[in-house]
């Protein structure tokens, strides 16, 4: 484990390296409105300290000694592999081998739904024999 600190104008900062992963430890402020808003003002605001986290979402509390803890899960991204793209969907193959068809019509387009769902399942039952053929 290694440690910086730097001190500056009476705030502390702690950037410490754990099994090769950045953490920092930042003294401050933290604002919650009750709903979706969270503000953390630092004692000492220094650009570029903490990486910046985009497109993720997670688990926010605040723990029963008075602090605030936020633990980030990633969004798991699809594993699948596409055997063809169609109008409303895709057939495709997924991680543990199965063959999904996912389909989704709006009642907006105005068109028959349930005669849209058959012509496109019929099509990726023949893209689900054409990719069986070729392996």
């Given at each position: 484990m290694k440690t910086n600190k730097t001190q500056s104008n009476n705030a502390q900062t702690n950037n410490v390296q754990i099994?090769?992963?950045?953490?920092?430890?930042l003294g401050g402020q933290a604002y919650y409105d009750g709903?979706?808003?969270f503000l953390f003002s630092p004692d000492d605001p220094t650009?570029?300290?903490?990486?910046?986290?985009r497109r993720m979402h997670g688990v926010a509390q605040q723990m029963t000694d008075g602090t605030f803890d936020f633990?980030?899960?990633p969004r798991v991204r699809s594993q699948s592999q596409l055997i063809r793209k169609l109008a409303h969907g895709r057939v495709s193959?997924?991680?543990?081998?199965?063959?999904?068809?996912?389909?989704?019509?709006t009642p907006s387009e105005n068109i028959n739904?349930?005669?849209?769902?058959?012509?496109?399942?019929?099509?990726?039952?023949?893209?689900?024999?054409?990719y069986q053929l070729k392996r």
């Open positions: 099994n090769n992963c950045p953490h920092v430890q709903s979706n808003y650009p570029d300290i903490v990486q910046r986290m633990v980030a899960q193959l997924t991680k543990d081998k199965a063959i999904q068809l996912t389909l989704k019509v739904i349930a005669q849209a769902i058959a012509i496109e399942s019929a099509e990726a039952a023949d893209a689900i024999v054409d």
